[in-house]
């Protein structure tokens, strides 16, 4: 397994990140990093950088994780950091003091309270954790579905939307945190029959001193401890569980 996604996929969305992965040494944050295509791909390009990488393994049962392990260890990489741990809203609240330089939120920002964590609805949660999260970092990459997107799930980000659109979404969101930054739309990147995705650079306009990749990493798993999973979450997960015993696959 090497993710939920084509190569060429992967490999698009790569290029439209690379080339702003401009420091010499950095730590960048990897939420939601799946089976780890980006997270060792970016510790092997940037072998002088820190590549925390936060995954739960909840859409893959684990096995993304184990595949992620796997390319560790077959790109020779020690310079990325697997944290095995839930995340949601409050881990955003608590790593905002604590920032790193880059971070990765690809197909991620939208599940975000979708069965754990605090759940979001209206407009302003959604802004609060969009600015909590944009404080994470001085680089953000945002990938979420365009405003166009007919079969996106969760659709409860629609209720964000609000019939805007994505940029309007996110640098309304900002400003009305009070968080200064820039937008820049990299490009857009297909999702099958989800449609397409839109891919944001969103640059603090003042750049915040950053915390070692130690001090980042150690915050992302104590704010994991505290993460609990919903009942109904669970018993989706139950129920994926049974559907594919008795169906046999793997």
Known sequence: MRGYASEAMYVHRWNLIEPHLTL????????????????????ATFPSATVISVEAGIMTHGKGIASHQQMIEDHGVTNNILINTLFGPATFDDLSAAPSDYQLVLSVFHHTGDGYGRYLSTVAEWDT?????????????????NELADFETPHRIREWYAGRHVEAVIGEGLQHGGVRADLELLGETEHGKKGSR???????????????????????????????????RRLKLMAFDVKHALTGRN
């Open 129 to 145: 954790v969009l600015c909590s999260l944009v404080l994470c970092a001085n680089v953000t990459f945002l990938e979420i579905p």
């Open 198 to 232: 839109k891919m944001i650079k969103v640059t603090l306009t003042e750049p915040r001193e950053t915390a070692s990749a130690e001090a980042v990493a150690a915050r992302i798993e104590a704010a994991g401890k505290t993460m609990r999973m919903r009942p109904y």
């Open 24 to 43: 010499d040494n950095f730590t960048l944050v990897d939420w939601g990093s799946d089976a780890g295509w980006f997270s060792v791909t970016t510790a």
